[in-house]
């Protein structure tokens, strides 16, 4: 009878799992960046109520909030193909999805799940920032602009660090599903090692704690970042 439990299969799992760390951190990074303008974009047409956009903006908040992110990357790797084949129906053109990286739906899907969730934190963090404020800056002759610029996005922004940090450790978890649609991702490349020698708990003990020293540095970095960034509150 082999052995029940393996820690020198675990230790030398190590090396051979962290070869897909790049790419999960792209994924994870990619669809951050990407994510927060979306976030932002949408966070600003709903806090100024544009109107028409406002209403999308809200229906699109509530599918993403409501339906799990799998379906979501689903969706648009099914989606965008047959999106482009009935383009290609109506309008006569030759679009091709065929050379396009599995990465690139992947960052679409994540993106789109994070900006509706960043978008939730931009919008509180600009309706945390005191009305008076913003009065007394249009009291002195700033524009919209001006006042957004200089008194409402420096103190929102400091106030959306701590759930911007847990979104971004949410999509680093969140990538772990891409290997639905044949990425090798951290996840998929422990799957793959664990195959080799069917010792799974072990694989999946060593990649719970990846992940997890990834989150905490995640976390311990943009801890710091929030300190920066409201070095300009007065402390009383």
Do not use: C
């Amino acid at each position: 009878m082999g052995k029940i439990f393996d820690p020198v299969f675990m230790i030398n799992s190590v090396p051979e799992i962290l070869r897909a760390l790049p790419i999960t951190l792209l994924l994870a990074v990619s669809s951050m960046a990407v994510g927060l303008i979306i976030g932002v974009v949408v966070a600003l047409i709903r806090y100024f109520r544009v109107r028409g956009l406002a209403q999308i903006a809200k229906v699109y908040v509530s599918f993403i909030r409501g339906t799990p992110a799998l379906v979501q990357i689903m969706l648009v790797y099914f989606g965008i193909p047959l999106t482009l084949r009935a383009v290609n129906a109506y309008w006569g053109t030759e679009l091709n999805i065929n050379g396009v990286p599995r990465e690139f739906f992947a960052v679409v899907a994540l993106s789109l799940n994070a900006g509706a969730y960043m978008s939730e934190t931009v919008r509180g963090a600009l309706q945390s920032v005191d009305i008076g404020q913003i009065e007394a800056a249009y009291s002195i002759s700033m524009t919209v602009s001006q006042a957004m610029r200089r008194i409402v996005i420096p103190q929102a922004f400091a106030a959306a660090i701590p759930a911007l940090a847990n979104t971004l450790v949410s999509l680093i978890k969140e990538t772990s599903l891409v290997f639905t649609i044949s990425i090798v991702d951290l996840m998929a490349q422990a799957r793959i090692v664990g195959s080799r020698g069917y010792r799974f708990f072990e694989i999946y003990v060593v990649i719970s704690l990846i992940y997890w020293a990834i989150s905490t540095v995640i976390s311990r970095g943009l801890s710091f970042a929030e300190k920066a960034a409201r070095k300009h509150e007065r402390s009383f």
